[in-house]
């Protein structure tokens, strides 16, 4: 209810808000560890404009519509991931049409950590700061399909990301968003 009123005011504020109360559900109550939950939770809640995204690889545009033909259950995640010998890891990818992406200040990235794994077996969460060297955010002028909220393309070259901002939670975001 609460959502549908605030789309009668501004659909776009309505969107971005949707997005990010979901993934702080999803991320803070099941899916981070506490002492992430120490680490990204106190900032989230102090700032008002501190918004949340998620990055996974869309699917294509042709696997989206399943008129007359079996759909496709899941995408495959482009986005590659080489582990470290500190246990950290580096992250490179792009994943377009990202909601909240130029607001975001955090943002759950899925990525591959075995290339030689199907599906969704060796995909994981990584918890990615909006400053983090590495991570760019463009922000879409215009896309003609897209009417609400804000969304952007999400580049990762050679990311390095704490061991510490690995998502281990219960389940994938994918699976639950």
Avoid at 21 to 33: C, E, G, K, P
Avoid at 61 to 72: A, L, M, P
Avoid at 83 to 96: A, I, L, S
Avoid at 140 to 154: C, Q, S
Wanted: charged share 20%; glycine share 6%.
């Amino acid at each position: 209810i609460v959502r549908g009123e605030r789309a009668a005011g501004d659909v776009g504020i309505a969107a971005a808000l949707a997005q990010t109360s979901t993934l702080a559900h999803l991320l803070f109550d099941s899916m981070t560890t506490s002492e992430q939950r120490d680490r990204f939770l106190p900032p989230f809640v102090a700032d008002d404009s501190y918004h949340l995204a998620f990055a996974a690889h869309a699917r294509d545009v042709d696997t989206e519509w399943c008129y007359h033909r079996s759909c496709v259950s899941e995408a495959e995640v482009k986005t590659i991931t080489a582990r470290q010998v500190n246990g950290d890891w580096v992250v490179n990818g792009v994943t377009e049409f990202v909601a909240n992406a130029p607001i975001a200040k955090l943002i759950a990235v899925q990525a591959q950590t075995d290339p030689q794994a199907v599906s969704k077996t060796g995909v994981r969460t990584f918890l990615v700061p909006r400053n983090i060297p590495g991570l760019t955010v463009r922000e879409l002028d215009e896309f003609p399909v897209w009417h609400h909220g804000t969304r952007g393309t999400v580049v990762l070259e050679n990311c390095r990301v704490p061991a510490n901002n690995v998502q281990i939670g219960r389940a994938s975001c994918r699976e639950r968003v």
